[in-house]
C-alpha cells in the first residue's frame, strides 16, 4: 500500500512540478509598466498646487516685480493736491476774513547717478526670486517622484514575490503530502511551513511600505486623494518605463562651474548677492536732478481794496533743484560695510558650491559600486532560477525533495529584495545629482 502511494504521488510530483517550471520559465509579465488613472503629471501638478512654500515665493516674485517696475519708472512724478480754509479773528480785522487756497504741487526725478545700479539691482532681485521659484518647482518634482519611485518599485517586487509566493505554496502542499504518505520527514514538512511563514512575513513587512510611502508623500507635499485611500492609491502610480533606462545611465561629476551654470539654487543666491552688491553701492547717490512745479490758487476774494482776487495767487512756480553730496561719512560707512557683507556671503557660496561638487563625486563613486552589485544580484537571481528549473526537474528523479525547491525559492526571493534596495539606492543618488542639475528625470 505504501509503495502504491509513493508512486501516486511520484506521478502527482511529475505533473505538478512540469507545469510549475514552465509558469515559472514564461512569468516575465512581472517587469511589465503600467498605466495608471492617476498619472506622476497628475500628482506632480496637485503636490506643487498645494505647496506653501511654492504659493509663497510666487507671491514674493510679484512683489520683487512691482520694486523693480517702480525703479525703472523711477521719473514719474508725485502729484499732490492739499488745500486750506483758514478763518481770521482778533484785532486787527483782516480782509477777507475768511481765505480758502488749493495748492497743486508736481515733483519728479528727472537724473540720479545710482539710478542704473537701483534698477539693476531691483532686477536681479526678479531673477533671484524667479529662480527660487523654479529651484522649488524641482524640489517638489524630485520628492514626488521619490515616493513614486519607491511605490512602483515595491509594485514591481510585490509581483516577484506573488510569483513566488505562488510557487511555495505548491511545494509546501507536496512536502505536507509526501509527509502524510510517510515519504516525507514531519521536521521537512515543519521547516516547509516555517519558511513559509517567514517568507509571507518579509513579504508583507515590505509591501506594506506602500501605504506608508503615499502617507509620507502626503506629509510632505499636501498631496490627498478623495474616497477610501486603498482604492484611490490603487489608481495612482508611475509608469516604470519612464525611469527604468535610468539605472543605465553613466554619472559624471558636477564641477564648479557646471552647478554655477545650472543650479537654480545657486543662480538664485548669485543674482541675490549682485542685487545686495548693487544696492550698496546705490545707497549713496552722490547727484540728482528734481523738477518740480506748485500751483497756488485762492478760491475766496477779499473786498476790492484787500488786494486778495480769486485765481493765481502769484505763488506759482517750477523750478529745476539739483543736489551734489559732497561729504557724507556715515552713508559712505554704511556702503562699505555693506560691501564686506557681500563678500562674506560670497564666501559661503563658493564654499557651498564647493561641499556639493564634493558631494557629487561622492555619489558618482557610490553609483559606480551599485552597478557592480546590481550585476552580481542579477547573475544570482538568473544562477537561482537555472537551480530552481533543475531542482524541479530532479524531483521527480527522487533526487531533491520539495524542501530543498522552498528554500531555493527563499534565497530566490531575498535576492529580489536585495536588488530592490540596490536600484532604489541608484534611483536616489540619479535624482540627486539631476537636482543638483535643476534636470528633470523624464
Known amino acids: 500500500m505504501k509503495a502504491q502511494n509513493s508512486l501516486c504521488l511520484f506521478f502527482l510530483t511529475a505533473m505538478q512540478s512540469f507545469s510549475v517550471c514552465h509558469a515559472f520559465e514564461i512569468s516575465h509579465d512581472v517587469n511589465r509598466s503600467i498605466k495608471y488613472g492617476v498619472s506622476f503629471n497628475d ?97 517638489v518634482y524630485y520628492i514626488v517622484l521619490n515616493f513614486l519611485t519607491k511605490i512602483e518599485r515595491t509594485r514591481l517586487y510585490e509581483r516577484q514575490a506573488k510569483q513566488i509566493g505562488r510557487e511555495i505554496e505548491v511545494h509546501y502542499q507536496q512536502q505536507l ?112 536732478i528734481m523738477l518740480n512745479n506748485e500751483n497756488a490758487v485762492s478760491l475766496l476774494s477779499g473786498s476790492p481794496s484787500s488786494g486778495v482776487n480769486t485765481g493765481d495767487t502769484g505763488n506759482s512756480y517750477v523750478s529745476i533743484k539739483f543736489e551734489l553730496d559732497v561729504f ?24 557651498r558650491v564647493e561641499e556639493m561638487s564634493a558631494e557629487s563625486e561622492a555619489l558618482t563613486y557610490r553609483f559606480e559600486t551599485l552597478v557592480k552589485k546590481r550585476s552580481s544580484i542579477n547573475k544570482q537571481i538568473k544562477l537561482s532560477k537555472d537551480l530552481i528549473i533543475k531542482q524541479k526537474k530532479e524531483i521527480v528523479l527522487d533526487k531533491v525533495k520539495s524542501i530543498d525547491i522552498v528554500d531555493s525559492l527563499t534565497s530566490l526571493n531575498q535576492s529580489y529584495i536585495s536588488l530592490m534596495n540596490i536600484e532604489l539606492e541608484q534611483y536616489d543618488i540619479i535624482y540627486k545629482l539631476l537636482e543638483m542639475k535643476s534636470e528633470r528625470a523624464f
Open 177 to 288: 503530502r509526501a509527509s502524510r504518505e510517510g515519504v516525507g520527514t514531519q521536521s521537512d514538512e515543519v521547516d516547509a511551513r516555517l519558511k513559509k511563514s517567514r517568507f509571507n512575513q518579509t513579504v508583507f513587512g515590505i509591501t506594506s511600505k506602500i501605504d506608508n510611502y503615499f502617507r509620507d508623500l502626503k506629509s510632505e507635499t499636501g498631496f490627498m486623494v478623495e474616497g477610501d485611500p486603498n482604492v484611490a492609491y490603487k489608481k495612482i502610480g508611475l509608469e516604470y518605463s519612464n525611469i527604468l533606462p535610468l539605472l543605465e545611465t553613466t554619472p559624471s561629476v558636477l564641477t564648479d562651474e557646471m552647478l554655477v551654470d545650472k543650479n537654480f539654487g545657486i543662480l538664485s543666491n548669485i543674482k541675490s548677492l549682485e542685487a545686495t552688491k548693487l544696492s550698496s553701492e546705490a545707497g549713496r547717490e552722490r547727484f540728482k
Open 328 to 351: 557724507d561719512h556715515a552713508l559712505e560707512s554704511d556702503k562699505r560695510s555693506a560691501l564686506y557683507l557681500f563678500e562674506a556671503e560670497r564666501e559661503k557660496l563658493f564654499k
Open 43 to 139: 500628482v506632480f501638478e496637485q503636490a506643487l498646487y498645494s505647496s506653501r512654500e511654492y504659493r509663497a515665493i510666487q507671491k514674493e516674485l510679484l512683489s520683487n516685480s512691482e520694486l523693480s517696475n517702480k525703479e525703472r519708472n523711477y521719473y514719474y512724478p508725485k502729484v499732490l493736491l492739499s488745500g486750506e480754509v483758514k478763518e481770521n479773528y482778533g484785532e486787527p480785522i483782516k480782509d477777507p476774513r475768511t481765505t480758502a487756497d488749493v495748492k497743486l504741487t508736481v515733483n519728479s526725478k528727472i537724473y540720479g547717478s545710482q539710478t542704473q545700479n537701483r534698477q539693476d539691482a531691483a532686477g536681479n532681485n526678479v531673477l533671484s526670486s524667479d529662480f527660487t521659484l523654479m529651484s522649488k518647482e524641482m524640489e
